[in-house]
């Protein structure tokens, strides 16, 4: 059973950066498919970056893309999250999502492994 566990989430004003992460521990193998969500208060959860296969193929929401840039450690088996020029609007508990399965991965994936979350607050 993998446990996905992110840091790096914290308070900074608007302009500012973050680096999240999210180590993944338990699982022998490294994992296709790991991907960023956010779930604002009020609001539905919302897929933010995704990195899959053997060439790191990477998906990103329009809202973040230019902004936002996903990567990953296999030696340490994480993924990373920088969060470049944020806004009020990126404040959310950002959470990090895995799943093992081969082949193409996308945002309707039902992923396998879930973290439990960190905080990210966008403010002046």
């Known amino acids: 059973q993998a446990h996905l566990a992110e840091s790096g989430g914290g308070s900074v004003q608007p302009g500012g950066s973050l680096r999240l992460s999210c180590e993944v521990s338990?699982?022998?193998?490294?994992?296709?498919?790991l991907a960023w969500f956010r779930q604002a208060p009020g609001e539905e959860r919302e897929g933010v970056a995704l990195i899959y296969g053997i060439w790191d193929s990477v998906y990103y929401a329009e809202s973040v893309r230019g902004r936002f840039y996903i990567s990953r450690d296999n030696a340490k088996n994480a993924v990373h999250l920088q969060m470049n020029s944020l806004k009020p609007e990126d404040t959310a508990m950002y959470f990090c999502?895995?799943?093992?399965?081969?082949?193409?991965?996308?945002?309707?994936?039902?992923?396998?492994?879930w973290g439990r979350g960190t905080q990210v607050v966008v403010s002046s």
């Open positions: 338990g699982y022998r193998d490294n994992m296709n498919c």
């Open positions: 999502a895995a799943d093992p399965g081969e082949g193409y991965c996308d945002m309707g994936r039902t992923f396998s492994y």
